[in-house]
């Protein structure tokens, strides 16, 4: 089994600035791409970025040049810096990682509990 434990949610002023971490734990092979989605009040999950094991990036169009993510590959961790935060970002943040449990195996996606982020004055 295969465990993802978010931390650095928490109330900040718009304009400041958060760091979500998010570390796997538990039968991994290897992970492919990690990642962070939200979702608001009343809304749909979506996605805020991710990242593969080479690094590549992706971003909504509503984070760009705001929130950046990273992930030290030994540590099996992503990291989301959340910059220039508005009061819509305001969400639980979810991480996501596919993961391979053993060599050959399939990909499984796998979700951590989330994280609440408000930005509020």
């Known amino acids: 089994q295969v465990q993802l434990v978010e931390s650095g949610g928490g109330l900040v002023q718009p304009g400041g600035s958060l760091r979500l971490s998010c570390a796997a734990s538990?039968?991994?092979?290897?992970?492919?791409?990690m990642g962070w989605y939200r979702r608001a009040p009343g809304k749909q999950r979506e996605l805020v970025a991710t990242?593969?094991?080479?690094?590549?990036?992706n971003y909504a169009d509503s984070v760009k040049g705001r929130f950046t993510i990273s992930r030290d590959l030994a540590k099996n961790t992503v990291y989301l810096q959340m910059n220039s935060l508005k009061p819509e970002d305001t969400a639980v943040y979810y991480c996501?990682?596919?993961?391979?449990?053993?060599?050959?195996?399939?990909?499984?996606?796998?979700w951590g509990q989330g994280t609440q982020v408000t930005a509020s004055s």
């Open positions: 990242i593969t094991s080479v690094s590549n990036t």
């Open positions: 996501n990682a596919n993961v391979r449990v053993r060599s050959g195996g399939l990909l499984n996606t796998y």
């Open positions: 538990g039968s991994i092979f290897s992970i492919y791409t």
